[in-house]
């Protein structure tokens, strides 16, 4: 983490961003530099190229930018500044499969006061042509040579891969053209204020890291759920992928590992990669005797919503395969094999269509070994007496960004028993105006030249290496049906075993 992001960029840049017409830059990438614009962060020189094969010219796609940026920007939209900024975006109409497409480009991105010479190539496409769109600019001279200026950084967007197998060759692709250096492989998780919060919580405050361990820990659970289901034409590429591999291969592991990492030797991108990178080796699912025990998998049936409308189930769902067995949600419990968390289950869950959206990681403490007191629980005017609670520690991704303890403290009154209560740190709470959106960040640390929130091709590998014996045992992990608004499938709750608790529904 070399630069703060306040620091406005010195370096002029142009960005070349392949698959322009898609919906991610209208509703991401365009929005997140106007901001930076917006904010003076950019570089006084810099121009955006737009590369699609739609029939578009300048004129219409910048005024579709400007519309973008008054429908999806964060901040107030002058429209001025609207105007100036869409001035340095143009549009290249080419066929990414044509090599004479980047030849073009090569002549269009000659002239140097228009178009700086650090590019940035953003590559919004499918990944079978990555390979195709970074050997073309290899050939047609548009990659500089690693550590040199002018410099060349390419943004490469999940999925990395679907299994061991492709994730290696997907890398060794890009890297034939590229060195690592050069490749930014991005997770928008890892732009969000409270992921990045989880490293300076755990290694700027000394009270919590010495019980970050197996001696005070129970269990960790990692949530990711969505209320919604296929929606915007989504089928076709989710049931290719599932929550397995759309999800857990690259948002919550990568939670996990921040959540469960060394310290590192220092802040610097690869010191930071390489305890990530120890803990994926480490990782492996939980169980004794059956796959079955540590992996749940489940669709979403034909349902009724709130207001009496009828949910679709995932297999009647548009460009959905009927006889498809893809997961629209997974649970599954693992361990991580070192001193610190030996025996301590690592809980994931992640699906479509459950009761509520959110992104969490709950860390849950053991409880006291002697059971002194007595806990009360109120519902309205209701009270009952229970067991002691655990303390909790929840890291909360969205959309409440903050990170909330719960604690039991002696309730007011004659009676010696403990209640539950909340300490929280809210970002809303503490600070004025909105939380800048994930891409901004990424975006400007891509231009800064800082990879600490990207992911290595190593640490691509060591994701797909530990789900892969789920890949490979699919045909034992037949999906369960859950009902729309339902917290997923029911039959997860036996990834609990042994431990304090169960999910947090709620």
């Known amino acids: 983490m070399k630069q703060l992001v306040e620091q406005q960029i010195c370096e002029p840049v142009t960005i070349v961003i392949f698959g322009a017409s898609g919906d991610l830059t209208h509703r991401k990438l365009i929005p997140a530099l106007y901001a930076a614009f917006q904010q003076k962060l950019l570089p006084e020189q810099f121009s955006i190229v737009g590369f699609a094969r739609r029939d578009y010219d300048t004129p219409l796609f910048r005024s579709m930018m400007a519309d973008a940026v008054v429908k999806f920007s964060r901040l107030d939209v002058d429209e001025a500044l609207v105007g100036a900024f869409v001035e340095h975006i143009d549009y290249f109409k080419g066929d990414l499969s044509n090599p004479e497409a980047y030849q073009a480009l090569r002549t269009l991105l000659a002239e140097p006061s228009r178009y700086p010479e650090n590019r940035m190539y953003y590559l919004s496409i499918i990944p079978d042509l990555f390979e195709t769109a970074v050997r073309s600019l290899k050939e047609a001279e548009l990659i500089s040579p690693p550590h040199t200026q002018p410099w060349t950084r390419v943004v490469v967007e999940k999925p990395f891969g679907r299994d061991v197998a492709s994730a290696n060759r997907l890398n060794r692709e890009l890297l034939r053209y590229l060195d690592e250096s050069q490749v930014y492989r991005i997770d928008h998780y890892l732009g969000k204020e409270t992921v990045q919060n989880i490293l300076s919580f755990r290694f700027a ?10 001696t005070y820990i129970d269990h960790i659970q990692i949530t990711a759920s969505e209320t919604v289901g296929m929606e915007m034409g989504r089928g076709g590429y989710y049931d290719e992928y599932g929550a397995l591999r759309d999800m857990v291969t690259n948002h919550l592991l990568q939670l996990l590992c921040l959540v469960t990492m060394e310290v590192p030797s220092d802040l610097s991108a690869d010191a930071i990669r390489n305890e990530k990178v120890k803990i994926l080796r480490n990782a492996k699912l939980d169980y004794k005797e059956q796959i079955s025990d540590a992996v749940f998998r489940g669709q979403y049936a034909r349902g009724i919503n709130e207001v009496g409308e009828v949910i679709k189930g995932y297999l009647e769902e548009d460009r959905i395969d009927p006889q498809s067995d893809t997961e629209s949600f997974v649970a599954m419990r693992l361990m991580i094999d070192n001193w610190r968390w030996a025996g301590v289950p690592i809980l994931l869950r992640t699906g479509k269509r459950m009761a509520k959206k959110t992104t969490e990681i709950a860390v849950q403490f053991k409880v006291p070994p002697l059971e002194l007191f007595q806990q009360v629980e109120c519902d309205g005017d209701v009270c009952d007496t229970t067991r002691i609670k655990p303390n909790t520690l929840i890291f909360q991704i969205q959309p409440n960004e903050g990170i909330f303890l719960r604690l039991g403290t002696k309730r007011p009154g004659m009676r010696f028993v403990v209640e539950d209560v909340k300490m929280d740190f809210s970002y809303s709470g503490t600070w004025d105006g909105t939380l800048p959106e994930a891409y ?21 590998e060591a994701e797909w290496s ?3 014996p789920i890949l490979d045992r699919l045909a034992e992990l037949k999906p369960y049906s859950y009902e729309p608004g339902a917290w997923g499938v029911s039959e997860a709750a036996h990834l609990f075993h042994g431990c304090e608790g169960s999910w947090r529904n709620h």
């Open 205 to 214: 405050n000394a009270i919590f890291e010495p019980v970050f361990n197996r």
């Open 466 to 468: 530990l789900v892969q």
């Open 440 to 460: 901004e960040r990424l975006l400007l640390d891509i231009l800064y030249g800082d990879s600490t929130l990207f992911t290595r091709s190593d640490e691509v």
